[in-house]
């Protein structure tokens, strides 16, 4: 069976990224395991002369490596990712890479009715940079608006048709997972890129 | 033109700062450039708000306070470094500074792209509802291959670059002119008449608009009364002679703080008999109270403050209107300040000039006539003020701001606890 890592984007207690990470850990348990991940500890990405990575930061880039995929779900402050997930994300790339040709589907919830449109479409770029370099599952989109309403008392997802969007779009997820096994011809070159690659230098 | 710059890197190494500590020494007969710090500003999280914390709040004043900001962004990941984000989700939580203000994108980066997508990035963010900044069109300033960029002073090498830097932002100082005027014509609708933000010095934990609220708010802060020494800057009284001192002023004082909050006025007497109708249990009322719920009067009371807040003038006069042979009652109100010019509120006095024209006249044996030239408003005389806004609210707010200060049901209370004096 697949070994997903989830990411929450989120560092508030009251997340509905985190709730629906739960519930797809949960309704996907027959087809995948699913570990969430939080990053609400580490500190803001700061660049140092010895490049530094805090400890937390490898432990999760050592989960991400083992796995067979990524969840990311990303609220939507001011437009953008949050703060605390482009943060991670910026320590997940720093010296190590673990996303590098990972399988990666993005989700995302908002209390508005976008859903995070445009975190995910910012998301989707910072994941194609060069050091993370990761494969993000093309032409599909996930987006839970009005999520403060979206589940009922068990954490289960009231709307039957979003039920089924999810469905189909995690059977594709897993589908693309496998797809993605057999790409791997470049990888040994693109990982060495990823390595050789640094903002600070040309 | 004052600006504040940001640069979005907290690495101990950042060109952008060095952009940007390049522009604030370059351009100094263009801007004046205060580049702030964000190293120590916190992570975002919702259910930990530090919006209160000494460090937001000094980034939220000063970019209140400025005419544009600058921000220079790096590129990381293909976007912004996540330290600047995060000072803009601070920034557009519970305060939001960049609200209408004149903002300008620069970056510097290593590669050729210069942060273009950051900077992409950057627009889209400033422009979400909660941060709602006013961001330069065009004019796109990116500085690639930056390690090679900037002399060991920490000047740019190439003079066309410098000169692009500098038509990029002559274009920003014009933009930022005209947004600030834009929001400035919509400035006095902010004025918060129920002095809900509080200041400094506001007495906290006591309903301003508690009829007791002097007594209350004096045990609250442990005030001195009766003879405690007082220093004053060029004098030295205790309170008891400051009362004496200002209870016989010729003129009727109130003071209202820069919260818009009522705190003192100096004559205590029968409501009836003043110039300018006070009763203490007024005393400590947000403005909003002790003005009719009238739009127009709100109005009108909102641009006299917001005039006097934004130095658009520093007096405003207005008499009251319904005066006969025997009184021509002056109402003005002069912008405080602090010894660093900000505004700490509003002197009001009340003053009727006809016994002192009367005793003028007097005194030189001179008598007065009516002048056949006269236009109608020069009865109002000291209407002819510069500030328009000012002119406009003598003609509806001069009965409104006074008049309305007492209202009925508080009447009663006044005279009988003004008599208890």
């Known amino acids: 069976m697949n070994k997903f890592i989830a990411i929450v984007g989120s560092n508030s207690q009251k997340s509905t990224n985190r709730e629906l990470l739960k519930y797809m850990k949960r309704h996907f348990q027959d087809s995948a395991e699913i570990e969430l991940v939080e990053i609400k500890d580490l500190p803001i990405f700061k660049k140092s002369a010895d490049k530094y990575v805090p400890q937390l930061a490898k432990d999760i880039a050592k989960k991400i490596e083992d796995s067979d995929g990524v969840i990311i779900a990303t609220p939507e402050y001011d437009h953008s990712v949050t703060a605390v997930l482009s943060s991670a994300l910026a320590w997940l790339s720093y010296g190590i890479h673990p996303f590098v040709d990972k399988p990666v589907m993005i989700t995302g919830a908002s209390y508005g009715s976008l859903g995070s449109s445009r975190a995910q479409a910012q998301l989707r770029q910072i994941l194609d940079s060069p050091e993370l370099k990761a494969r993000i599952m093309p032409s599909s989109e996930f987006l839970l608006a009005h999520s403060l309403q979206a589940f009922d008392d068990d954490g289960n997802l009231k709307d039957e048709d979003v039920v089924k969007e999810l469905d189909g779009l995690f059977q594709d997820f897993l589908q693309f997972v496998n797809i993605s096994k057999q790409l791997n011809n470049a990888k040994d070159v693109t990982k060495q890129k990823a390595a050789a690659f640094s903002w600070d230098k040309d | 033109m004052k600006l504040v710059g940001i640069a979005g890197s907290i690495a101990d190494q950042s060109y952008n700062r060095t952009l940007l500590n390049f522009i604030a020494k370059n351009f100094t007969g263009l801007v004046d450039v205060d580049v702030l710090d964000i190293n120590e500003v916190p992570m975002f999280n919702q259910d930990d708000d530090q919006t209160n914390s000494p460090v937001i709040q000094n980034l939220c004043k000063k970019i209140s306070a400025a005419d544009g900001v600058i921000i220079a962004t790096p590129e990381h990941n293909h976007t912004v470094p996540a330290a600047l984000k995060n000072v803009i989700e601070w920034l557009s939580y519970e305060v939001h500074p960049f609200d209408g203000k004149p903002v300008m994108i620069v970056g510097a980066s290593y590669h050729t792209q210069g942060s273009s997508r950051a900077q992409l990035h950057l627009r889209q963010i400033l422009e979400s509802p909660g941060v709602n900044a006013v961001v330069l069109p065009g004019n796109e300033f990116l500085l690639g291959d930056v390690k090679t960029a900037f002399e060991e002073n920490g000047d740019l090498k190439d003079q066309r670059t410098v000169d ?258």
């Open chain 2, 164 to 421: 692009f830097l500098q038509t990029t932002l002559q274009n920003f100082i014009k933009f930022a002119k005209v947004i600030n005027l834009i929001s400035q014509s919509n400035g006095y609708q902010d004025e918060d008449l129920s002095a809900k933000k509080g200041t400094d010095t506001t007495v906290q934990g006591i309903d301003m608009n508690d009829d007791d609220w002097l007594d209350k708010a004096a045990k609250k802060v442990n005030a001195v009364e009766g003879g405690t020494y007082v220093k004053l800057d060029s004098g030295l009284l205790t309170v008891d002679q400051l009362n004496y001192f200002l209870k016989t002023m010729p003129v009727e004082l109130t003071y209202v703080d820069e919260n818009n909050q009522f705190i003192y006025y100096n004559k205590v007497g029968k409501a009836e008999d003043m110039l300018a109708k006070r009763v203490p249990a007024q005393v400590g009322d947000a403005l909003d109270k002790v003005h009719p719920n009238i739009e127009r009067v709100m109005k009108h009371v909102k641009q006299v403050i917001y005039d006097l807040r934004s130095d658009k003038t520093d007096l405003v006069s207005m008499p009251v209107p319904g005066g006969d042979k025997d009184h021509h009652v002056m109402h003005y109100y002069k912008a405080m300040h602090d010894e660093n010019g900000n505004y700490k509120g509003v002197n009001e006095w009340a003053v009727d000039l006809k016994p002192i024209v009367d005793q003028y006249l007097q005194q030189t044996g001179q008598k007065l006539v009516p002048d056949p030239d006269a236009k109608l408003d020069a009865t109002s005389g000291a209407s002819k003020d510069e500030s328009k806004p000012a002119v406009d609210a003598n003609s509806g707010a001069s009965e409104s701001v006074e008049e309305p200060a007492v209202k009925p049901e508080v009447k009663v209370d006044a005279t009988s606890s003004a008599s208890k004096n």
